[in-house]
């Protein structure tokens, strides 16, 4: 196996202010750069919002929006209370189903 490290003399370009690499296996950190500095998770918060969407909804079901959604703190997507969506489109604004 082969290690991104600085230490080892390479280290790859990656142009993103932060990166972590880690073995799904062993846990073992490969490559890191800023690991430690706090980031938003915003393509992976959407990501697994679409994941769950998935997992969770029939996609012919609707969607009933309740007080506290349009209030989340974080990325917004500007729904309002009561607002009724059908499953394919509350995935709208994670993937390109609605085109």
Avoid: W
Avoid at 14 to 31: F, H, M
Avoid at 35 to 41: K, L, N, W
Avoid at 46 to 57: C, G, R, V
Avoid at 86 to 97: M, N, R
């Amino acid at each position: 196996m082969v290690y991104a490290t600085e230490n080892a003399g390479f280290s790859p370009e990656i142009t993103a202010p932060s990166a972590i690499l880690i073995d799904a296996a062993t846990g073992e950190i490969l490559y890191e750069k800023n690991a430690h500095t706090p980031m938003y998770p915003a393509s992976t918060t959407k990501i697994m919002t679409a994941i769950l969407t998935i997992e969770s909804l029939d996609l012919s079901d609707t969607v009933i929006i309740d007080s506290e959604s349009p209030f989340t703190t974080g990325s917004r997507i500007y729904i309002q209370e009561g607002n009724i969506y059908s499953g394919t489109i509350a995935l709208c604004p994670f993937a390109s189903v609605c085109k």
